[in-house]
């Protein structure tokens, strides 16, 4: 049975060209759901997989020979390209300079961001890790700082409607059914920060995208893991700041966004989407001196 997704509910089909197929079995070691194996040396198609062929693409990438074609679940042969070559790859000290010179940047100078730099950061992000393909990550991308705008203070109308929920007569009496965590962020973060975002949008400031002149949100399907959108955004930040942009995640909007479906209905968001994160990006109007080394809450080797 084919793992279903927002795009497609069948099975991808593989063809063997067995003219140049060696039988060495890499594609056999590489198939997690069995779909290929081997049979007294042989490469076949197994009858009983353990779901069918999700579209992977690793039997074909794997291949020495180009013996394998894949098609269906939004697959073709034309989506294998060249492998870059071991020179071309960025090594463990460039990558590592560009990840802790990296700042979360909120403050930009007053200029677009080049189509260019956007198609950019979206073929980045979109080479990333998907969960089970085809990517059921969408992205909503604000190209200029009037649409980044139009949604911020669109959003903060919305969500401002749901601020008796946040009441501390509402909170007060949801506390005994609430966690911990959960309470102390509603009434130590949300609660502030709702009353900012009215007091700065009576002033005509938006303080939660920022006038960014590029904004991006990622989003999932009912279908994909809660984790997807963040994993495509991270490589859109990264592949910004290898272009000289400055970026930041926002997370504060998606938590909201999932229960409001007017605002959701007018972008095309999927109405079973509830994950995502906002990204904005821009020329960077500062320049920081100092990277910042971080740790973690903990790490424990077992």
Not at 34 to 61: K, R
């Amino acid at each position: 049975m084919p793992i279903p997704t927002s795009r497609t509910n069948e099975i991808a089909h593989l063809i063997i060209d067995y003219h140049t197929c060696k039988n060495c079995g890499l594609c056999a070691e590489v198939c997690k759901d069995f779909t290929l194996v081997m049979e007294s040396g042989v490469l076949i198609v197994n009858d009983h997989p353990l779901f069918g062929c999700m579209g992977c693409g690793q039997c074909a990438a794997v291949c020495p020979n180009g013996s394998i074609m894949v098609h269906g679940r939004e697959m073709s042969a034309e989506d294998f390209i060249k492998q870059p070559a071991r020179n071309e790859r960025a090594g463990y000290d460039g990558l590592y300079s560009l990840m802790l010179s990296r700042r979360s940047i909120r403050d930009f100078r007053d200029k677009p961001v080049e189509s260019e730099m956007t198609d950019k950061i979206l073929q980045a992000a979109v080479s990333s890790p998907m969960g089970i393909p085809p990517s059921d990550v969408g992205v909503l991308v604000f190209n200029s700082k009037n649409k980044v705008r139009k949604f911020s203070f669109e959003f903060i109308e919305a969500v401002l409607k749901m601020r008796t929920y946040f009441s501390p007569l509402v909170l007060g009496l949801m506390k005994p059914f609430m966690k911990k965590e959960n309470y102390e962020l509603s009434r130590d973060f949300i609660v502030p920060m709702l009353d900012f975002f009215r007091k700065s949008k009576a002033e005509n400031k938006n303080y939660l995208l920022y006038d960014a002149p590029l904004a991006m949100y990622f989003y999932n399907s009912g279908y994909a893991d809660t984790a997807d959108p963040f994993i495509p955004a991270t490589y859109a930040m990264l592949a910004a700041h290898s272009m000289g942009l400055g970026s930041c995640m926002i997370g504060s909007i998606a938590p909201f966004l999932k229960y409001i479906k007017p605002l959701k209905k007018k972008y095309g968001l999927p109405a079973s989407s509830k994950d995502g994160i906002f990204l904005i990006f821009g020329h960077p109007k500062y320049k920081y001196q100092k990277a910042i080394k971080r740790s973690f809450a903990k790490v424990d080797f077992v």
